[in-house]
Protein backbone atom coordinates (compact mmCIF):
# COMPACT_ATOMS: atom_id res chain seq x y z
CA UNK A 1 0.00 0.00 0.00
CA UNK A 2 1.16 3.43 -1.21
CA UNK A 3 1.62 5.48 2.24
CA UNK A 4 -0.79 8.53 3.03
CA UNK A 5 0.56 11.69 5.04
CA UNK A 6 -2.42 13.15 6.24
CA UNK A 7 -3.71 15.52 8.46
CA UNK A 8 -7.02 16.00 10.04
CA UNK A 9 -7.06 19.77 10.15
CA UNK A 10 -10.06 21.21 11.19
CA UNK A 11 -10.58 23.57 9.62
CA UNK A 12 -7.05 23.49 11.08
CA UNK A 13 -8.40 24.95 9.06
CA UNK A 14 -7.70 23.74 7.35
CA UNK A 15 -10.61 23.78 9.30
CA UNK A 16 -12.20 21.09 10.39
CA UNK A 17 -13.05 21.31 7.52
CA UNK A 18 -11.00 19.15 5.89
CA UNK A 19 -12.06 16.93 9.12
CA UNK A 20 -10.44 20.01 9.69
CA UNK A 21 -9.84 18.24 12.03
CA UNK A 22 -7.78 19.03 14.54
CA UNK A 23 -5.17 15.62 15.01
CA UNK A 24 -2.41 14.42 12.47
CA UNK A 25 -2.57 11.32 10.56
CA UNK A 26 -0.74 9.16 8.71
CA UNK A 27 -0.62 6.21 6.41
CA UNK A 28 -0.28 2.33 6.60
CA UNK A 29 2.80 0.55 5.49
CA UNK A 30 3.17 -1.51 2.32
CA UNK A 31 2.69 -4.58 4.17
CA UNK A 32 0.61 -3.62 6.44
CA UNK A 33 2.82 -5.11 9.50
CA UNK A 34 3.57 -1.57 11.30
CA UNK A 35 1.08 -1.34 14.30
CA UNK A 36 0.42 2.34 16.33
CA UNK A 37 0.92 2.48 20.42
CA UNK A 38 -2.21 1.04 21.69
CA UNK A 39 -4.54 4.22 22.16
CA UNK A 40 -6.85 4.41 25.20
CA UNK A 41 -9.93 2.26 24.46
CA UNK A 42 -12.39 5.33 23.77
CA UNK A 43 -15.89 4.88 25.25
CA UNK A 44 -19.51 5.78 23.65
CA UNK A 45 -19.15 9.08 22.56
CA UNK A 46 -22.35 11.74 23.39
CA UNK A 47 -24.29 11.96 20.22
CA UNK A 48 -24.70 16.00 19.43
CA UNK A 49 -28.05 17.56 18.65
CA UNK A 50 -28.34 17.45 14.65
CA UNK A 51 -28.66 20.76 13.75
CA UNK A 52 -30.63 22.09 11.24
CA UNK A 53 -29.91 22.32 7.36
CA UNK A 54 -30.11 24.81 4.76
CA UNK A 55 -31.83 22.94 1.50
CA UNK A 56 -31.68 23.76 -2.05
CA UNK A 57 -28.35 24.70 -2.00
CA UNK A 58 -26.87 25.98 -5.88
CA UNK A 59 -23.59 24.56 -6.22
CA UNK A 60 -20.82 25.09 -8.93
CA UNK A 61 -17.99 23.14 -8.58
CA UNK A 62 -18.12 22.52 -4.83
CA UNK A 63 -19.14 25.94 -4.01
CA UNK A 64 -22.90 26.70 -2.51
CA UNK A 65 -23.70 30.41 -4.19
CA UNK A 66 -26.71 30.75 -1.97
CA UNK A 67 -25.28 29.41 1.69
CA UNK A 68 -25.56 32.09 4.19
CA UNK A 69 -24.35 31.18 7.55
CA UNK A 70 -26.52 31.66 10.92
CA UNK A 71 -25.46 33.94 13.26
CA UNK A 72 -21.75 34.94 14.06
CA UNK A 73 -18.99 33.58 15.53
CA UNK A 74 -14.77 32.71 16.05
CA UNK A 75 -14.84 32.73 12.26
CA UNK A 76 -16.67 36.01 11.28
CA UNK A 77 -13.62 37.86 10.47
CA UNK A 78 -10.00 37.49 8.66
CA UNK A 79 -7.93 35.38 11.39
CA UNK A 80 -4.40 33.65 10.27
CA UNK A 81 -3.64 30.33 11.08
CA UNK A 82 0.49 29.48 11.84
CA UNK A 83 1.07 26.39 10.48
CA UNK A 84 4.26 23.95 9.44
CA UNK A 85 4.44 22.98 6.12
CA UNK A 86 8.01 23.22 4.42
CA UNK A 87 8.48 26.12 6.74
CA UNK A 88 6.30 27.83 9.26
CA UNK A 89 3.45 29.63 7.48
CA UNK A 90 0.93 32.16 8.53
CA UNK A 91 -2.88 31.25 6.34
CA UNK A 92 -5.21 33.57 6.19
CA UNK A 93 -8.59 32.38 6.65
CA UNK A 94 -11.62 34.37 5.59
CA UNK A 95 -15.67 33.42 5.34
CA UNK A 96 -17.32 34.06 2.40
CA UNK A 97 -20.82 33.42 1.41
CA UNK A 98 -21.09 30.51 3.85
CA UNK A 99 -17.62 29.20 2.34
CA UNK A 100 -14.29 29.39 4.73
CA UNK A 101 -11.19 29.90 2.15
CA UNK A 102 -7.42 29.80 2.86
CA UNK A 103 -4.82 32.23 0.83
CA UNK A 104 -1.29 32.05 1.27
CA UNK A 105 0.71 35.11 2.90
CA UNK A 106 4.59 36.11 3.28
CA UNK A 107 4.79 37.49 6.34
CA UNK A 108 6.88 35.25 7.66
CA UNK A 109 10.69 34.87 5.73
CA UNK A 110 10.86 31.89 3.50
CA UNK A 111 7.45 30.73 3.43
CA UNK A 112 5.92 28.40 0.82
CA UNK A 113 5.18 29.65 -2.29
CA UNK A 114 1.91 27.20 -2.35
CA UNK A 115 -1.04 26.08 -0.22
CA UNK A 116 -0.42 22.64 0.65
CA UNK A 117 -3.43 20.37 0.28
CA UNK A 118 -1.76 17.27 1.27
CA UNK A 119 -4.53 17.04 3.68
CA UNK A 120 -7.32 16.68 0.89
CA UNK A 121 -9.31 13.79 0.74
CA UNK A 122 -10.56 12.64 -2.67
CA UNK A 123 -13.30 10.32 -1.45
CA UNK A 124 -15.32 10.71 1.77
CA UNK A 125 -17.86 8.22 3.11
CA UNK A 126 -20.31 8.27 5.28
CA UNK A 127 -23.01 5.75 6.83
CA UNK A 128 -25.17 6.83 3.55
CA UNK A 129 -23.56 8.24 1.03
CA UNK A 130 -20.59 8.71 -0.80
CA UNK A 131 -19.22 12.08 -1.68
CA UNK A 132 -15.66 13.13 -3.81
CA UNK A 133 -13.80 16.26 -3.52
CA UNK A 134 -12.02 16.05 -7.14
CA UNK A 135 -13.25 20.20 -7.88
CA UNK A 136 -11.64 21.12 -4.25
CA UNK A 137 -8.98 23.16 -6.17
CA UNK A 138 -7.89 27.18 -5.69
CA UNK A 139 -10.74 29.71 -6.55
CA UNK A 140 -10.17 33.74 -7.19
CA UNK A 141 -11.42 33.56 -3.76
CA UNK A 142 -8.47 31.35 -2.18
CA UNK A 143 -8.58 27.70 -1.39
CA UNK A 144 -12.18 26.67 -0.15
CA UNK A 145 -11.42 24.61 2.70
CA UNK A 146 -15.62 24.02 3.67
CA UNK A 147 -18.76 25.26 5.01
CA UNK A 148 -19.78 27.46 7.78
CA UNK A 149 -23.48 26.67 8.54
CA UNK A 150 -23.73 28.28 11.65
CA UNK A 151 -22.00 30.26 14.48
CA UNK A 152 -22.54 31.11 17.78
CA UNK A 153 -19.83 32.92 19.65
CA UNK A 154 -17.12 30.24 19.66
CA UNK A 155 -19.27 26.93 18.57
CA UNK A 156 -19.34 26.81 15.18
CA UNK A 157 -20.94 24.01 12.79
CA UNK A 158 -19.23 23.18 9.60
CA UNK A 159 -19.61 20.84 6.71
CA UNK A 160 -16.70 19.18 4.78
CA UNK A 161 -16.48 20.33 1.03
CA UNK A 162 -17.94 18.08 -1.17
CA UNK A 163 -17.93 18.74 -5.26
CA UNK A 164 -22.03 18.63 -4.88
CA UNK A 165 -22.16 20.84 -2.19
CA UNK A 166 -23.60 18.01 0.48
CA UNK A 167 -24.77 19.15 3.53
CA UNK A 168 -25.89 17.08 5.59
CA UNK A 169 -25.57 15.65 9.39
CA UNK A 170 -23.04 12.75 8.29
CA UNK A 171 -20.37 15.33 7.08
CA UNK A 172 -20.64 18.02 9.53
CA UNK A 173 -18.72 18.70 12.29
CA UNK A 174 -19.42 20.76 15.34
CA UNK A 175 -16.36 22.87 16.79
CA UNK A 176 -15.70 24.57 19.96
CA UNK A 177 -12.68 27.14 20.30
CA UNK A 178 -10.92 29.14 22.77
CA UNK A 179 -10.49 32.67 22.82
CA UNK A 180 -7.69 34.48 24.63
CA UNK A 181 -6.84 37.97 24.90
CA UNK A 182 -2.86 38.64 25.45
CA UNK A 183 -2.70 42.13 24.85
CA UNK A 184 0.30 43.37 27.58
CA UNK A 185 1.51 39.35 27.10
CA UNK A 186 5.05 38.92 25.84
CA UNK A 187 6.49 36.82 22.69
CA UNK A 188 8.35 34.80 25.37
CA UNK A 189 4.72 34.46 27.64
CA UNK A 190 3.44 32.19 24.12
CA UNK A 191 6.15 29.56 24.05
CA UNK A 192 6.94 29.52 28.05
CA UNK A 193 5.08 26.26 28.30
CA UNK A 194 8.10 24.79 26.49
CA UNK A 195 10.61 26.02 28.77
CA UNK A 196 11.79 22.71 30.00
CA UNK A 197 12.27 22.87 33.32
CA UNK A 198 11.41 26.29 33.99
CA UNK A 199 8.06 26.11 32.63
CA UNK A 200 5.72 25.85 35.81
CA UNK A 201 2.07 26.41 35.56
CA UNK A 202 2.54 28.01 32.25
CA UNK A 203 -0.27 27.75 29.61
CA UNK A 204 -0.13 26.01 25.99
CA UNK A 205 -0.47 28.32 22.99
CA UNK A 206 1.48 27.58 20.45
CA UNK A 207 1.26 23.66 19.14
CA UNK A 208 4.38 21.05 19.68
CA UNK A 209 4.45 21.18 16.21
CA UNK A 210 5.78 24.55 15.44
CA UNK A 211 7.88 24.31 18.44
CA UNK A 212 9.31 20.68 17.02
CA UNK A 213 10.28 22.63 14.18
CA UNK A 214 11.88 25.50 15.82
CA UNK A 215 13.94 23.05 17.62
CA UNK A 216 15.07 20.83 14.29
CA UNK A 217 16.25 23.97 12.69
CA UNK A 218 18.25 25.32 15.57
CA UNK A 219 17.49 25.08 19.18
CA UNK A 220 18.85 28.41 19.80
CA UNK A 221 15.67 30.06 17.89
CA UNK A 222 13.66 28.39 20.90
CA UNK A 223 16.00 29.92 23.54
CA UNK A 224 15.75 33.43 21.64
CA UNK A 225 11.84 33.46 21.70
CA UNK A 226 11.84 32.49 25.30
CA UNK A 227 14.15 35.61 25.95
CA UNK A 228 11.55 38.19 23.72
CA UNK A 229 9.78 40.51 25.74
CA UNK A 230 7.99 42.43 22.87
CA UNK A 231 5.01 42.88 24.41
CA UNK A 232 1.34 42.16 22.34
CA UNK A 233 -0.64 45.40 21.88
CA UNK A 234 -3.72 46.20 23.15
CA UNK A 235 -6.57 44.15 20.77
CA UNK A 236 -4.38 41.02 20.58
CA UNK A 237 -6.40 37.84 20.47
CA UNK A 238 -5.33 34.27 19.83
CA UNK A 239 -7.79 31.42 19.72
CA UNK A 240 -7.50 27.26 19.23
CA UNK A 241 -10.01 24.58 18.93
CA UNK A 242 -10.60 22.18 22.08
CA UNK A 243 -13.67 20.39 20.75
CA UNK A 244 -14.13 18.73 17.33
CA UNK A 245 -17.63 16.32 17.27
CA UNK A 246 -18.24 14.64 14.57
CA UNK A 247 -21.72 13.56 13.91
CA UNK A 248 -21.34 10.12 11.89
CA UNK A 249 -18.33 8.18 11.46
CA UNK A 250 -16.40 9.14 8.13
CA UNK A 251 -14.06 7.06 6.14
CA UNK A 252 -11.88 8.84 4.20
CA UNK A 253 -9.19 7.89 1.23
CA UNK A 254 -7.58 8.76 -2.17
CA UNK A 255 -6.95 6.85 -5.37
CA UNK A 256 -3.44 6.81 -4.02
CA UNK A 257 -4.49 4.85 -1.16
CA UNK A 258 -5.48 1.58 -4.02
CA UNK A 259 -4.16 -1.67 -2.76
CA UNK A 260 -2.71 -4.81 -4.51
CA UNK A 261 -5.37 -6.80 -2.58
CA UNK A 262 -8.30 -8.68 -4.18
CA UNK A 263 -11.10 -8.82 -1.23
CA UNK A 264 -11.56 -7.26 2.43
CA UNK A 265 -10.44 -10.65 3.81
CA UNK A 266 -7.05 -10.54 1.94
CA UNK A 267 -6.30 -6.91 3.32
CA UNK A 268 -7.57 -7.84 7.02
CA UNK A 269 -5.40 -10.86 6.69
CA UNK A 270 -2.47 -9.13 5.65
CA UNK A 271 -2.84 -5.78 8.28
CA UNK A 272 -1.67 -5.73 11.83
CA UNK A 273 -4.07 -3.88 14.33
CA UNK A 274 -2.98 -2.88 17.32
CA UNK A 275 -3.35 -5.03 20.50
CA UNK A 276 -6.77 -4.80 21.76
CA UNK A 277 -9.03 -4.02 18.82
CA UNK A 278 -10.47 -6.70 16.55
CA UNK A 279 -11.64 -6.44 12.78
CA UNK A 280 -15.73 -5.03 12.03
CA UNK A 281 -16.92 -5.82 8.20
CA UNK A 282 -19.42 -3.06 7.54
CA UNK A 283 -21.45 -1.52 4.61
CA UNK A 284 -21.23 1.91 4.59
CA UNK A 285 -23.96 3.67 2.01
CA UNK A 286 -23.72 -0.05 0.04
CA UNK A 287 -20.01 0.05 0.13
CA UNK A 288 -18.33 -3.30 1.84
CA UNK A 289 -15.52 -1.67 4.81
CA UNK A 290 -13.50 -3.15 7.25
CA UNK A 291 -12.04 -1.38 10.53
CA UNK A 292 -10.47 -2.00 13.90
CA UNK A 293 -12.89 -1.76 17.13
CA UNK A 294 -12.07 -1.85 20.60
CA UNK A 295 -12.33 -5.43 22.06
CA UNK A 296 -14.07 -4.42 25.13
CA UNK A 297 -16.23 -1.46 23.43
CA UNK A 298 -17.28 -2.21 19.84
CA UNK A 299 -15.96 1.20 19.01
CA UNK A 300 -13.73 2.65 16.56
CA UNK A 301 -10.76 4.90 16.88
CA UNK A 302 -9.13 7.68 14.98
CA UNK A 303 -6.02 5.99 14.04
CA UNK A 304 -3.09 7.77 12.72
CA UNK A 305 -2.63 4.67 10.17
CA UNK A 306 -4.67 3.67 7.40
CA UNK A 307 -6.21 0.39 8.90
CA UNK A 308 -9.74 0.28 7.09
CA UNK A 309 -10.36 -1.03 3.89
CA UNK A 310 -12.74 -0.05 1.42
CA UNK A 311 -14.32 -1.90 -1.61
CA UNK A 312 -15.05 0.79 -4.49
CA UNK A 313 -15.35 -0.33 -7.96
CA UNK A 314 -13.99 -4.02 -7.30
CA UNK A 315 -10.76 -2.51 -6.30
CA UNK A 316 -9.68 -2.66 -2.38
CA UNK A 317 -8.55 0.72 -0.86
CA UNK A 318 -6.90 1.66 2.70
CA UNK A 319 -8.79 4.54 4.12
CA UNK A 320 -8.93 6.44 7.71
CA UNK A 321 -11.66 5.56 9.94
CA UNK A 322 -13.16 8.70 11.93
CA UNK A 323 -15.73 7.64 14.81
CA UNK A 324 -18.60 9.89 15.83
CA UNK A 325 -17.73 11.68 18.96
CA UNK A 326 -15.12 14.30 19.81
CA UNK A 327 -11.96 13.41 18.33
CA UNK A 328 -9.45 15.68 19.80
CA UNK A 329 -10.79 14.22 23.17
CA UNK A 330 -10.21 10.93 21.76
CA UNK A 331 -7.12 11.31 21.22
CA UNK A 332 -5.46 12.96 24.18
CA UNK A 333 -3.62 11.19 26.56
CA UNK A 334 -5.37 10.82 29.38
CA UNK A 335 -2.52 12.29 31.55
CA UNK A 336 -2.92 15.65 29.19
CA UNK A 337 -4.37 18.21 31.03
CA UNK A 338 -3.83 21.34 27.86
CA UNK A 339 -5.33 20.54 24.31
CA UNK A 340 -1.94 20.44 22.09
CA UNK A 341 -3.64 22.19 19.50
CA UNK A 342 -3.14 21.95 15.43
CA UNK A 343 -2.64 25.00 15.00
CA UNK A 344 -2.88 28.73 16.49
CA UNK A 345 -5.33 31.07 15.48
CA UNK A 346 -4.26 35.08 15.63
CA UNK A 347 -6.35 38.32 15.11
CA UNK A 348 -4.08 40.86 12.69
CA UNK A 349 -2.60 42.60 15.60
CA UNK A 350 -1.48 39.76 17.31
CA UNK A 351 0.10 38.25 13.99
CA UNK A 352 2.00 40.86 12.82
CA UNK A 353 3.47 41.06 16.65
CA UNK A 354 4.98 37.45 16.32
CA UNK A 355 5.59 37.84 12.83
CA UNK A 356 8.03 40.26 13.70
CA UNK A 357 9.71 38.44 16.04
CA UNK A 358 9.59 35.18 14.58
CA UNK A 359 11.48 37.05 11.53
CA UNK A 360 14.40 37.91 14.10
CA UNK A 361 15.34 34.33 14.23
CA UNK A 362 14.25 32.38 11.37
Not at 66 to 74: A, D, V, Y
Not at 204 to 218: A, T
Not at 271 to 278: C, D, L
Request: charged residues 15%; glycine residues 6%; hydrophobic residues 30%.
Amino acid sequence: MKKLNKKIKLISTSVVISMALSACGGGSSNDGNSAATNPTHPTTPTNPTTPTTPTNIECVNGIPKNLKTTGSGFFSEEIFSLERESNLVFYSNTLHNGVIYQNLTHFLKNSPTSISTDYIDQYRLTPSKLDTSFKQTLTSSGFPLGYVISQNGNSTVLNQFSDECTIQAETQVKSHAIQIDISGKTVADLFKYYDYPNSGNAQRYISSNIVNFLKYHDKKLLNSLLLDQTKFPAGSKIGYIDQTILNAPNITFNDSNLTNYKTIEEFIANTKIPKGYVWKTDQFAGYQVAYPVSSSTGIGYPFTQNYTAVRLNGKIYSAAYFPAGDLIKMQMDPSEKNVDMSETYFNKTAMMTLANALNKVL
